[in-house]
DNA sequence: CCGCTGACTCGCG
DNA sequence: ACGCGAGCCAGCG
């Protein structure tokens, strides 16, 4: 069962989302059976450093980059990484969820 | 071992 | 439409 930790599962997930395409925090959470805790979803992201988790592919429910304002200055750079996959941002630095929002094929 | 912190989200005014 | 407060769990010192 749950033998990994839910850490390994967010981790897992997050390798599934598509390039080109992106998810909220909370879709992690419930993919990851962790509905209502979207928080460890971002802790876990920002514990993780991993290249070979996209983690800059979850975004926050408002389409919108966050990140740690101790890592205040990399938002560019996911910003430009989402760029390069063909995401388009808005005026005000917004994703359209409606466009791009990742949804899992049963 | 105890307590603080943290990439979020939702509801209310 | 926007801002603020409360709730949630796990890792680190």
Known sequence: MNS??????????????????????????????LAGKARLV???????????VPWQRVINAKGEISLSPLRMGTDYLQRSLLESEGIIFSDTGKIDLRKYQWRPQP
Do not use: H
């Open 4 to 33: 990994r930790t839910a850490y390994d599962r967010i981790y897992e997930i997050v390798q599934k989302i598509p390039r080109g395409q992106v998810a909220t925090y909370g879709q992690i959470a419930e993919l990851s059976n």
């Open 42 to 52: 971002g802790y876990a992201l920002f514990r993780v450093q991993n290249a070979d």
